[in-house]
T-cell receptor, first 113, second 112 residues
């Protein structure tokens, strides 16, 4: 298993600004993922964070809006850029282990005003 | 590409059994099951990697029918702690990395 921490846990941001969310894993993992979840909804995959190369983005998500870094096997960041109220959501990172299961961080609750 | 889950919601009394189904229109490499309680992160329950595989986890078990592209999660003798939203996640066969697409979720409430 893996223990994931995220910060900040929540933030309230103004329209047009950017927020960087940090994700730290307690052990080295091959795969790290970023998801978005609206309250009461499913998890939507934003991108796979690849160590040493550009992230792989899902349809509807672009690097200019959600730049991701993965400098090593235990850490990743997601930036939500030029925010609008539609970006208000819970952002979760997860780590994929060698057994393919995923372990999730506690999430970052973002409100954009 | 998102898997379909049924039922959307279910209410059980303690001790009753429930089945949650997950189906995909694509050939699958694996099926994951997670439970999420309100305000918390999803928690991994189990993964099924082979067609026909069944796994057990205390009184929660699951099966995977690779041919039918379906999986079912079985909760027996339900406890209050089983309440939450259950998500299946599917890995499509032939994709190059461990990408999981989650279903819409099944809300399960266990009442005394």
């Amino acid at each position: 298993s893996a223990v994931i921490s995220q910060k900040p846990s929540r933030d309230i941001c103004q329209r047009g600004t950017s927020l960087t969310i940090q994700c730290q894993v307690d052990s080295q993992v091959t795969m790290m993922f970023w998801y978005r979840q609206q309250p009461g909804q499913s998890l939507t995959l934003i991108a796979t964070a690849n160590q040493g190369s550009e992230a792989t983005y899902e349809s509807g998500f672009v690097i200019d809006k959600f730049p991701i870094s993965r400098p090593n096997l235990t850490f990743s960041t997601l930036t939500v850029s030029n925010m609008s109220p539609e970006d208000s959501s819970i952002y979760l990172c997860s780590a994929g282990t060698s057994g393919r299961e995923q372990y999730f961080g506690p999430g970052t609750r973002l409100t954009v005003t | 590409q998102q898997p379909v889950q049924s039922p959307q919601a279910v209410i059980l009394r303690e001790g009753e059994d429930a089945v949650i189904n997950c189906s995909s229109s694509k050939a699958l490499y694996s099926v994951h099951w997670y439970r999420q309680k309100h305000g918390e992160a999803p928690v991994f329950l189990m993964i099924l990697l082979k067609g026909g595989e069944q796994k057990g986890h205390d009184k929660i078990s699951a099966s995977f029918n690779e041919k039918k592209q379906q999986s079912s999660l079985y909760l027996t003798a339900s406890q209050l702690s089983y309440s939450g939203t259950y998500f299946c996640g599917t890995e499509i066969a032939g994709t190059s990395y461990d990408k999981v697409i989650f279903g819409p979720g099944t809300s399960l409430s266990v009442i005394p």
